[in-house]
């Protein structure tokens, strides 16, 4: 059971470039989230999903874009790199309205 | 808007002390609070967690209190080791749309524990 992963563990993009960020988990969960920690600021919600198919904007959506076309997958696109998404950015899930369990995180640096 | 406000931003506790975190909170539909814990490099996981139906949750050596007049609630380590050095955030959930649950964090508090 490995929980949440994501990949990659680390990327260096160029300003304008575009990337995928890939969330799978195993554990069945309906509920999924992305979030960006930047130092100091705690972790900011961009997207989450209830289920396949039904996604919904956070606290900070602007220059990301997800799908959930399966249960166990919600990839996060960034379109048009910016400096402003260098963060840490982590995938969550849960089974009902309270605890997330949280994957390892991708380090994004934006050049 | 919905805001959590956590202090101290960071934390010097000896071995041994007791480390306090608190968290304040404004909008009045948070009904779920939980503590995460989160080491170098790794994800946010949870610690412990309460609902506002109650005014104290011991897990082991961590403590929430929750004040719902006061709409306040604290992270209480006893015996602090030096394997608790993390940081810690709190959090408040609410309902949002098609039956989910947002949480909105705290900015985290660095806890460093010294022999």
């Known amino acids: 059971n490995a929980g949440v992963t994501q990949t990659p563990k680390f990327r260096i993009l160029k300003i304008g470039q575009s990337m995928t960020l890939q969330c799978t988990q195993d554990?069945?969960?309906?509920?999924m989230y992305w979030y960006r920690q930047d130092p100091g600021m705690g972790l900011k919600l961009i997207y989450y999903?209830?289920?396949?198919?039904?996604?919904d904007k956070g606290e900070v959506p602007n220059g990301y874009n997800v799908s959930r076309s399966t249960t166990e997958d919600f990839p996060l696109r960034l379109e048009l790199a910016a400096p402003s998404q260098t963060s840490v950015y982590f995938c969550?899930?849960?089974?009902?309205?309270?605890?997330?369990?949280f994957g390892p995180g991708t380090r994004l640096t934006v050049l | 808007q919905q805001q959590v406000k956590q202090s101290p931003q960071s934390l010097i506790v000896q071995k041994g002390g007791i480390s306090i975190i608190n968290c304040a909170y404004e909008?009045?539909?948070?009904?779920?609070f939980p503590w995460y814990q989160q080491f170098p490099g790794k994800g946010p996981a949870l610690l412990i967690a309460?609902?506002?139906?109650?005014s104290e949750k011991k897990e082991g050596r961590f403590t929430i209190s929750f004040n719902k007049s006061a709409k306040q609630f604290s992270l209480h380590i006893m015996d602090s080791q030096p394997g608790d050095s993390a940081t810690y955030f709190c959090?408040?959930?609410?309902?949002?749309?098609?039956?989910?649950?947002?949480?909105?964090f705290g900015k985290g508090t660095k806890l460093s524990v010294i022999p």
């Open positions: 969550a899930s849960s089974a009902s309205t309270d605890t997330q369990y």
């Open positions: 554990m069945n969960h309906n509920y």
């Open positions: 999903s209830v289920g396949a198919g039904i996604t």
């Open positions: 909008n009045t539909a948070f009904d779920y």
């Open positions: 309460i609902r506002p139906d109650v």
């Open positions: 959090a408040a959930s609410s309902p949002s749309g098609a039956g989910s649950y947002q949480l909105t």
